[in-house]
């Protein structure tokens, strides 16, 4: 008797022990199969392991360059001391004239050409006074040297060197005139400049003649015009030198140091020295902020660490039950 196919495998199912169960009943038994695993975070790749760090220490890397630029500004923007020479002050030339002739002008000159000086006394005499002689002596600082000396005349002693001698006036009209030039070993004689300082050395005289002389003095000095010389103004500057005309009181006059400011070279120093101190100042607060930045990036890594877990630790951890 056949029977239905159905009925046939229900017969045999039941010799065999087995039970079968329909393919819609292990759908809603809850019986699924498990799907892929999703606990296993993949390891950082090489460009997010470069990436984290920078990140996390970004704004403390930047604040580090920006202090490290504002020390470079700083130190090639303040001033130097080798950007300037120091101001050397040469000691001054006494002048001794002895003379029956009476004079209206003494006139003392230095002009200098690398390490040689050049020295020029004049005497001017008011009206004839042709073959009329002046005596007269020129008395040197320690360091400096005549460089023709000759003896009785002239002597170049350790200290002091003196050149002494007669002259005659010739005439020069309207005038007479007696005047001499000697030449010096010596790279500052008088006057000294570095471009920001400056520094005149008057000499001394003393006079023994008739009339009541004036002493004009005139120097070389680079740039003698942009020094303001407060305590004696002189009464002509220009780019190469400078002069000044003094009054003779009882036949003398002091040796005097007469000092020149640049007043626009050193308003240049104040301003860039300002401005070192404020990008110092800024410098200096960005490294301060770097190094809270880098520690409150360390520390927070340590108290929430960012590393993955690894396979063994995430099969340590139990998975929840499944319903049903």
């Not at 759908?27 to 892929?36: K, V």
């Not at 695993?37 to 984290?52: D, E, I, K, V, Y």
């Not at 880098?294 to 630790?313: I, K, V, Y």
Request: net charge positive; hydrophobic share 35%.
């Amino acid at each position: 008797m056949g029977g239905s196919q159905s009925e046939n495998s229900e017969r045999k199912n039941e010799q065999s022990g087995r039970v079968s169960v329909p393919a819609a009943d292990l759908t809603d038994s809850g019986i699924r199969s498990a799907p892929p695993s999703t606990n296993h975070p993949q390891l950082p790749s090489a460009g997010r392991r470069w990436t984290l760090p920078l990140r996390r220490y970004g704004i403390a890397v930047f604040l580090l360059l920006l202090s490290l630029v504002g020390f470079g500004f700083a130190f090639m923007k303040y001033p130097h001391a080798s950007e300037v020479r120091q101001l050397s002050t040469p000691g001054s030339v006494n002048i001794n004239i002895s003379t029956k002739t009476s004079n209206n002008q003494i006139n003392y000159t230095v002009r200098r050409k690398a390490s040689i000086t050049s020295m020029t006394l004049t005497a001017i005499a008011i009206g004839k006074a042709d073959g009329e002689t002046l005596g007269f002596s020129l008395q040197l600082p320690h360091g400096a040297s005549f460089l023709s000396c000759n003896p009785p005349s002239c002597s170049n002693k350790l200290y002091y060197p003196v050149y002494k001698g007669i002259l005659t006036y010739t005439k020069d009209r309207p005038s007479s005139i007696a005047t001499i030039t000697v030449q010096v070993n010596a790279s500052a004689l008088s006057s000294d400049a570095n471009g920001r300082e400056a520094v005149a050395v008057m000499p001394s005289l003393r006079y023994e003649g008739g009339g009541q002389p004036s002493l004009g003095i005139s120097m070389d000095l680079a740039g003698a015009n942009k020094y303001d010389w407060a305590s004696l103004p002189a009464s002509a500057t220009n780019a190469s030198g400078a002069s000044w005309l003094e009054r003779v009181f009882n036949g003398q006059v002091e040796a005097r140091i007469i000092p020149g400011t640049n007043h626009a070279a050193l308003q240049d120093v104040f301003t860039r020295t300002f401005e070192v101190g404020l990008v110092i100042g800024i410098a200096g607060g960005a490294l301060v902020s770097c190094i809270q930045e880098a520690l409150h990036a360390w520390l927070e890594r340590q108290d929430r660490p960012d590393r993955p877990q690894t396979q063994e630790q995430t099969s340590a951890t139990p998975s929840a039950p499944s319903e049903g």
